[in-house]
């Protein structure tokens, strides 16, 4: 997307080539992941340069591609276990616009949902505009899906869970007098847990395959799953570790975090390497309401942000390190 931050650091009128389309398109800062590199190199600039006042070893991992949920596991792919140490613990954070600036928030258990992407093509059969009764419409067919999706969440998810199901592309034809052959949707679903999940899975492949049976269609519809996320789930005792070093150094600026609706693939490598997590979000704005992450507008404060993220991550692996001498 196009920045609109109006940052002296602005990317407006920065483009790209896409690898994976081919088009060029625009960027933007537009998740945080800038704030999030500086602030891991200051904490780790502040360990070396004080490495006689704490003991242990601290590993500083800096993971590409998470919009495309695809860098942490190209990490473990390629061998992240063979060259660092198992850790004790998996720290991490995600400054974040609901969140306060300068603050710190928790949770354990679910804090980032599940997500998945669906790619879906409908095959119909093309016509003439003036002869529909020759064809199979897919726009007629996609509209019929997409109406019918609505239901999902609100009749087929019990109302005490989370659930979110959006279709958010819906591409067919090229002229206004020609019925195409094809139609393609693009769906994504949150869920905080595995169960809600597969259920919106299995409710669309249900949904979209009988309205084209009902449509008439000439083929069985395509389903590619791409872009799945795992649920972020902060283990209970490590997060509680955390909570306690944060509220013992920054007081009333630790909050509860909110369930965060938004999906990482953080927890990929934590899991692949077997050990305990907590990921905890960091205030980024002082105006309030503020721009959610993937807005044009999206650009946090730079301090207190910087500042107060590299010392998170200090006061987290504090806790761990250097036990014997506590």
Known sequence: MAEQSDKEYSAAGVTVIDERTGEETPVAHSCGHDVHIVALLGALEALASCRDAWQGTVVGVFQPAEEIAAGARDMVEHGIAEVIPTPEVYLGQHVLGTIPVGHVGTRPGPAFSQACSMRITLHGRGSHGAMPDLSVDPIVLGSAIITRLQSVVAREIAPHETAVLTVGSFHAGTKSNIIPETAELQLNTRAYS?????????AIERIVRAECAAARCPREPEVEI???YPLTTNDEEATA???????????????????????EDFSVVPDA?????????LGGFAEQPAPGNHSPQFAPDLQPTLDRGAAALLVAANAWLGEEQR
């Open 194 to 202: 595995a169960e809600v999940a597969d259920a919106l899975t299995s």
């Open 226 to 228: 791409f872009d799945v």
């Open 241 to 263: 570790r955390v909570r306690a070093a944060f509220e013992e150094h920054f007081g009333s600026d630790t909050v509860t975090m909110d369930p965060v609706p938004a999906s």
């Open 273 to 281: 390497l077997g050990v305990p997590y907590t990921y905890w979000g």
